[in-house]
């Protein structure tokens, strides 16, 4: 969901998914889902006339590891879509709960790498300061000394 749009509708999301969370943690009782670990909702995206709501999710737990197992989990909501839908519409008033549709949401997995991989590179880097010749400057020095390079003062004393 995009952060302009209609305040009610935005406000309407945040709550779903907030009751979608507790609802699912406390209500659903399908193996499935259960097997799969500990299920979050990270986004809730409704459309204009708020008839569908896409309801992002991701798990923590064996489905991080187990494709099979998050795609089992993932039938599971699907299938307990309807029994969510209900109850949620009731409980926030809603004249027409919205159709609940279930995405897979790999954000966090992919931020996840991405973490490790910053920090895979940070450890090499920190790893071949030490080795750096005493007498070469750093890049911006080297930039700085080539022909055509902007002019500007190299040191701050004059």
Request: aromatic share 4%; net charge positive; proline share 5%.
């Given at each position: 969901?995009?952060?302009?749009?209609?305040?009610?509708?935005?406000?309407?999301?945040?709550?779903?998914?907030d009751l979608l969370a507790e609802?699912?943690?406390?209500?659903?009782?399908?193996?499935?889902?259960?097997?799969?670990?500990?299920?979050?909702?990270?986004?809730?995206?409704?459309?204009?006339?708020?008839?569908?709501?896409?309801?992002?999710?991701?798990?923590?737990?064996?489905?991080?590891?187990?494709?099979?197992?998050?795609?089992?989990?993932?039938?599971?909501?699907?299938?307990?879509?309807?029994?969510?839908?209900?109850?949620?519409?009731?409980?926030?008033?809603?004249?027409?709960?919205?159709?609940?549709?279930?995405?897979?949401?790999?954000?966090?997995?992919?931020?996840?790498?991405?973490?490790?991989?910053?920090?895979?590179?940070?450890?090499?880097?920190?790893?071949?300061?030490?080795?750096?010749?005493?007498?070469?400057?750093?890049?911006?020095?080297?930039?700085?000394?080539?022909?055509?390079a902007p002019q500007g003062r190299?040191?701050?004393?004059?």
């Open positions: 969901m995009s952060e302009q749009g209609n305040p009610r509708r935005i406000r309407v999301a945040q709550a779903m998914r609802l699912i943690d406390r209500e659903i009782r399908d193996p499935r889902v259960r097997a799969a670990g500990f299920a979050s909702i990270n986004h809730v995206e409704l459309n204009r006339d708020m008839s569908v709501a896409r309801v992002y999710v991701s798990f923590v737990g064996a489905a991080d590891q187990n494709p099979a197992v998050r795609d089992r989990a993932m039938a599971g909501l699907r299938s307990a879509a309807g029994f969510l839908r209900g109850p949620a519409g009731r409980a926030l008033r809603l004249r027409r709960a919205p159709e609940l549709r279930f995405v897979l949401d790999d954000s966090p997995a992919f931020s996840q790498r991405i973490s490790d991989l910053v920090r895979t590179e940070e450890a090499s880097q920190g790893q071949g300061e030490g080795e750096a010749p005493q007498g070469e400057g750093d890049e911006t020095d080297r930039i700085a000394d080539r022909p055509g190299k040191d701050r004393d004059g």
